[in-house]
T-cell receptor, first 113, second 113 residues
Framework: ETGVTQSPTHLIKTRGQQVTLRCSSQ?????VSWYQQALGQGPQFIFQ???????GRGNFPPRFSGLQFPNYSSELNVNALELDDSALYLC????????????FGAGTRLSVL | DQQVKQNSPSLSVQEGRISILNCDYT??????FLWYKKYPAEGPTFLIS?????DKNEDGRFTVFLNKSAKHLSLHIVPSQPGDSAVYFC????????????FGAGTILRVKS
């Protein structure tokens, strides 16, 4: 059974650019959630995808968008990057689309200069 | 507004003794609670969870206690081991609250040998 994998591990972008982060869910899981973790804080919910449909969204602007593919892998896209977008982006997968144990990947560290 | 609070930024415990990590929440719609452990450069790892219909759940050295009237939960680690040194996050979720996990800011646990 493979765990949650994220790519890339690190990324450096400049303000105004766009970025795509990728996540492969754990085998058998159909739900993917994305979180942003700023330094010294807990992860903050961005959105969740369940069976390729958005299934809940946190307090993030529309320039944060996502996709889930038929194999349940997922992408997080961020447009018009701002300095405050610098953070660790975590992907978590779970089974069922409801309150459940979510299993996390190691994250992508994004630095916006 | 912080709906899940971990008021102790850090805790230091001697090896073999008990570690007690605390968490408070404000939203009475939460009905499922989880603890995660995070090592540097890794994603959060699920430790233990508890449903609001229970007041205690035990798994090996880890026990979570839930006091719904006080909106308080705690994680007990007995006996503490140096490998337990990590950041511990409390998270809450619930059917009525959607599928997102709401995290506290974390507590750094250091177990001294």
């Amino acid at each position: 059974e493979t765990g949650v994998t994220q790519s890339p591990t690190h990324l450096i972008k400049t303000r105004g650019q766009q970025v795509t982060l990728r996540c492969s869910s754990q085998s058998g899981h159909n739900t993917v959630s994305w979180y942003q973790q700023a330094l010294g804080q807990g992860p903050q919910f961005i959105f969740q995808y369940y069976r390729e449909e958005e299934n809940g969204r946190g307090n993030f602007p529309p320039r944060f968008s996502g996709l889930q593919f038929p194999n349940y892998s997922s992408e997080l896209n961020v447009n018009a990057l701002e300095l405050d977008d610098s953070a660790l982006y975590l992907c978590a997968s779970s089974l069922g689309g409801g309150p459940d144990i979510q299993y996390f990947g190691a994250g992508t560290r994004l630095s916006v200069l | 507004d912080q709906q899940v609070k971990q008021n102790s930024p850090s805790l230091s415990v001697q090896e073999g003794r008990i570690s007690i990590l605390n968490c408070d929440y404000t939203n009475s719609m939460f009905d499922y609670f989880l603890w995660y452990k995070k090592y540097p450069a890794e994603g959060p790892t699920f430790l233990i969870s508890i449903s609001s219909i229970k007041d205690k759940n035990e798994d090996g050295r880890f026990t979570v206690f839930l006091n719904k009237s006080a909106k308080h939960l705690s994680l007990h680690i007995v006996p503490s081991q140096p490998g337990d040194s990590a950041v511990y996050f409390c998270a809450a979720s619930g059917k009525e609250y959607g599928n997102k996990l709401v995290f506290g800011a974390g507590t750094i646990l250091r177990v001294k040998s």
